[in-house]
């Protein structure tokens, strides 16, 4: 594993031995400095990628996590993968854990004022899920009613779901759900999953909409969509990871820009 800005910078003296000799010699010893410039390039690039990317106020993630064994003992929870990504990338993340259908009704409401969403444009549903639903306690939370509190406030905004089934339904209610929220996307699973093993590919969707600089319109989704077939392509299809993008939404162009 390689963390470039704790790389040192390579330093052409710390080889004496290859400028001395004859002409092979010296050759070689162009040849390598050469490559040794290219490597300390290359360090300064991502480097420099990396200042970029942290430097991006937008990128913040809102989560709110259900109690995944009904016990407020339980430690079991997505809040490491978040204060991962929010120590490599200085992102800027808000984690509550909810036991009730109130408790999530006042933090989406929150949420959705201009104020926090502007700031924290991930939206992060970690709960346990059936078709088209998240299980709050006892209660079952539909996308509809989700979308009733939502509506028209998710404008250049990203949902993702990370519940079992939840995006298991056709295509033309996941549009609906976005054409009434103005949600840029959102993301999800089809089947059940394990909670490992679908917390890691939360973690690398994460990754890939940080580190791929990617306005957050569509656009932009359809980019993030294409880096994750390619980075994680074999993992989504055994979980059955779904991303589907508003078709039917306009967005403003000040919106567009991020």
């Not at 298991?168 to 549009?175: H, T």
């Amino acid at each position: 594993m390689i963390f470039p800005n704790n790389t040192k910078r390579i330093a052409l003296n710390s080889y004496p031995f290859l400028f001395q000799g004859g002409t092979r010699s010296r050759r070689q010893a162009h040849r390598i400095s050469q490559i040794i410039r290219v490597i300390n390039m290359q360090q300064a690039i991502f480097a420099f990628r990396k200042e970029i990317i942290i430097s991006r106020k937008m990128r913040g993630i809102f989560c709110l996590e259900g109690f995944w064994y009904g016990d407020h003992r339980d430690p079991t929870s997505v809040l490491p993968i978040l204060e991962l990504i929010s120590r490599c990338y200085k992102m800027p993340y808000l984690h509550h854990r909810c036991a009730t259908k109130e408790e999530v009704l006042y933090a989406l409401k929150r949420w959705k004022t201009k104020s926090f969403n502007s700031k924290y444009p991930i939206l992060y549903l970690a709960f346990h899920g059936q078709e088209y639903e998240i299980k709050v306690g006892d209660y079952h939370f539909t996308l509809d009613e989700i979308a009733d509190v939502l509506e028209d406030k998710c404008e250049g905004v990203i949902i993702h779901f990370g519940s079992c089934l939840t995006l298991n339904v056709n295509k033309r209610k996941l549009q609906r759900f976005m054409e009434k929220t103005k949600a840029l996307c959102i993301m999800g699973y089809k089947q059940e999953v394990d909670f490992i093993e679908s917390t890691s590919l939360d973690l690398l969707m994460f990754h890939n909409i940080i580190t791929g600089g990617q306005l957050l319109n569509r656009l932009g989704a359809t980019k993030i969509a294409k880096e994750m077939q390619l980075s994680s392509g074999r993992q989504m299809r055994k979980l059955k990871f779904r991303m589907e993008i508003n078709e039917r939404t306009k967005f403003s162009r000040s919106k567009m820009k991020g």
